[in-house]
């Protein structure tokens, strides 16, 4: 169990050790073709070049953010209820509600999770959670362009593992499958990290399982090339990227970009770090 490592930080802290993916720097074309199927308008290609960084391999479990919460006493947004609302989004019944009483330590049903699923991803998180874990870890968020970067691994097809996505590589709901590919399995809940094969920079779960925030600010592309961008200078709605256990296939392409508002927390959304120490 990942979470089980730890290491001693600043001041005594007891922080959880991050399996680190060393990513090369390198250029690509950030987005996706016209030709793409399910493609949105807002993937506009254009080039980007990136410096080195280093990705954690994994989603941040829940079993490392406890070790947060324990070191420092942080309040998620959704313990404090910051927009007037305590709790998260899970599904009641038919229909997708706040449920006051769920934060970090429960599953997307809204169930207080069990020590066994501490190596699952944490969940109900904000992003505002997200980057004081990560500000905590000295590191930070993974910016748009990083994380679309890490996720393709140098490939140009719409997932890492080419032109189609199976079950069988990751987690999502194979029941809405990406064109000519078969169904699969819909496990509706996240599976510990680490559960499927890596992509060829070691990273897991780039595709599914949880989606994950990133540090921009949503915004349109330029068509201009681009060095190291981080998004637009405000908004009000961060980047979230990857899919997860929940989505569709086509949510889950290396180009999807979705968002949300920088306390919003839902059943399926976590976050990974990353490090340019």
Same mark, same amino acid.
């Given at each position: 169990?990942? &979470? &089980?490592?730890?290491?001693?930080?600043?001041?005594?802290?007891?922080?959880?050790?991050?399996?680190?993916?060393?990513? *090369?720097?390198?250029?690509?074309?950030?987005?996706? %073709?016209?030709? !793409?199927? !399910?493609?949105? !308008?807002?993937?506009?290609?254009?080039?980007?070049?990136?410096?080195?960084?280093?990705?954690? +391999?994994?989603?941040? @479990?829940?079993?490392?953010?406890?070790?947060?919460?324990?070191?420092?006493?942080?309040? @998620?947004?959704? /313990?404090?209820?910051?927009?007037?609302? #305590?709790?998260?989004?899970?599904?009641?019944?038919?229909?997708? #509600?706040? +449920? =006051?009483?769920? /934060?970090?330590?429960?599953? !997307? +049903?809204?169930?207080?999770? %069990?020590?066994?699923?501490?190596?699952?991803?944490?969940?109900?998180?904000?992003?505002?959670?997200? #980057?004081?874990?990560?500000?905590?870890?000295?590191?930070?968020?993974?910016?748009?362009?990083?994380?679309?970067?890490?996720?393709?691994?140098?490939? @140009?097809?719409?997932?890492?593992?080419?032109?189609?996505?199976? @079950?069988?590589?990751?987690?999502?709901?194979?029941?809405?499958?990406?064109?000519?590919?078969?169904?699969?399995?819909?496990?509706?809940?996240?599976?510990?990290?680490?559960?499927?094969?890596?992509?060829?920079?070691?990273?897991? /779960?780039?595709?599914?399982?949880?989606?994950?925030?990133?540090? /921009?600010?949503?915004?349109?592309? =330029?068509?201009?090339?681009?060095?190291? *961008? +981080?998004?637009?200078?405000?908004?009000?709605?961060?980047?979230?990227?990857?899919?997860?256990?929940?989505?569709?296939?086509?949510?889950?392409?290396?180009?999807?970009?979705?968002?949300?508002?920088?306390?919003?927390?839902?059943?399926?959304?976590?976050?990974?770090?990353?490090?340019? #120490?």
């Amino acid at each position: 169990m990942i &979470s &089980s490592c730890f290491a001693v930080g600043l001041a005594g802290q007891s922080k959880p050790l991050i399996e680190w993916a060393e990513i *090369p720097a390198g250029t690509f074309l950030m987005g996706s %073709p016209e030709s !793409e199927p !399910e493609r949105n !308008e807002s993937e506009i290609q254009h080039q980007v070049i990136l410096s080195a960084f280093k990705m954690s +391999k994994h989603e941040i @479990t829940t079993g490392q953010f406890e070790a947060f919460v324990n070191a420092t006493g942080y309040i @998620t947004d959704a /313990d404090k209820g910051t927009d007037g609302t #305590k709790g998260s989004a899970v599904w009641v019944g038919q229909n997708l #509600k706040i +449920k =006051t009483d769920v /934060d970090w330590k429960c599953d !997307e +049903k809204g169930n207080l999770r %069990p020590l066994s699923q501490y190596n699952q991803p944490v969940l109900h998180v904000s992003w505002n959670d997200a #980057k004081a874990f990560a500000s905590w870890m000295g590191c930070r968020l993974p910016t748009e362009a990083e994380w679309e970067y890490a996720c393709r691994a140098g490939t @140009t097809t719409p997932f890492n593992t080419g032109n189609s996505l199976l @079950t069988s590589l990751a987690n999502f709901n194979g029941t809405y499958p990406y064109p000519n590919n078969p169904t699969g399995i819909y496990r509706a809940k996240p599976m510990p990290v680490g559960s499927y094969e890596p992509n060829a920079f070691g990273l897991y /779960d780039m595709h599914g399982n949880v989606s994950e925030w990133c540090y /921009d600010w949503f915004g349109n592309y =330029t068509t201009t090339p681009q060095t190291n *961008p +981080k998004g637009p200078s405000r908004g009000t709605q961060h980047v979230i990227r990857g899919g997860n256990f929940d989505s569709y296939a086509m949510s889950c392409r290396s180009a999807f970009r979705d968002y949300n508002s920088t306390n919003f927390r839902i059943y399926y959304l976590g976050f990974r770090i990353v490090s340019t #120490k």
